[in-house]
């Protein structure tokens, strides 16, 4: 639990930007004591959200159903939609899930109505994430670069719309055949070495080394995210 009364709002705090599990914990204790969505105000905490993790670190477990006495009024569906949603560049989403998580368990009859703003909306922001999912998949360029001990990489730049780096690194690793890659984005970086991802603080666009760059602009891009982390 992690509130903080702020007159007649309460805080509740979460990690980053796409702190699913957070979420899921902070949800079902507000739920367990009654509070209602128009008494919450969700706060991030971006500083910890700019550190670095590993893969796993990153990768929440599935949601559960958010609140245990509800776990049959809840839908599985909403849980997966919660997944996407977070990844949303909007600054309401957790907003908008913990609503209508609070509405599925007063409402048991909005999980048929297909019609309700709330829903559509949600519905609405996991499409444009899939879709910024897709794109990030389908249109990273990679070209080779040297670290200053010779080694190999595939790097690459890209801005998406969400923040969706942390959920496609995974996809990344299993995909891609090099040994050693890394990605930049504004909000979040990624490495893998040898299968080990590393999560790492975003390049500012206006930073971004060109495509067909020297291959020098890449080095130090890649050694101003992560040597901080390697020394």
């Not at 599990?21 to 008494?39: K, M, N, S, T, W």
């Not at 899930?97 to 368990?105: A, G, I, K, P, S």
């Not at 019609?115 to 990273?140: E, F, G, P």
Request: proline content about 6%; glycine content about 8%; some cysteine.
């Amino acid at each position: 639990m992690n509130w903080q009364d702020e007159g007649s709002a309460m805080d509740v705090k979460l990690t980053g930007q796409t702190d699913l599990a957070g979420f899921r914990d902070e949800a079902r204790q507000l739920l367990a004591h009654q509070v209602p969505p128009e008494d919450v105000s969700w706060v991030l905490d971006l500083q910890a959200a700019g550190g670095y993790c590993n893969g796993e670190s990153t990768q929440p477990n599935r949601p559960r159903n958010v609140a245990r006495a509800a776990t049959a009024i809840v839908p599985a569906s909403f849980t997966r939609l919660c997944e996407f949603v977070v990844l949303h560049r909007d600054g309401d989403r957790f907003a908008l899930l913990y609503r209508l998580l609070w509405r599925l368990v007063h409402e048991p009859g909005l999980r048929n109505d297909a019609s309700d703003t709330d829903m559509m909306q949600a519905q609405h922001m996991a499409h444009a994430v899939r879709r910024d999912i897709h794109k990030l998949k389908a249109h990273m360029r990679l070209r080779t670069m040297h670290d200053a001990q010779g080694r190999e990489w595939q790097v690459g730049c890209h801005e998406p719309a969400h923040h969706v780096m942390e959920a496609v690194g995974p996809w990344f690793c299993k995909r891609l055949e090099a040994p050693r890659w890394a990605l930049f984005t504004p909000d979040r970086s990624v490495r893998c070495d040898e299968g080990d991802l590393l999560y790492g603080p975003g390049v500012p666009a206006a930073r971004m080394p060109a495509f067909d760059g020297p291959e020098e602009a890449w080095r130090e891009c890649h050694e101003r995210v992560f040597a901080g982390h390697d020394g």
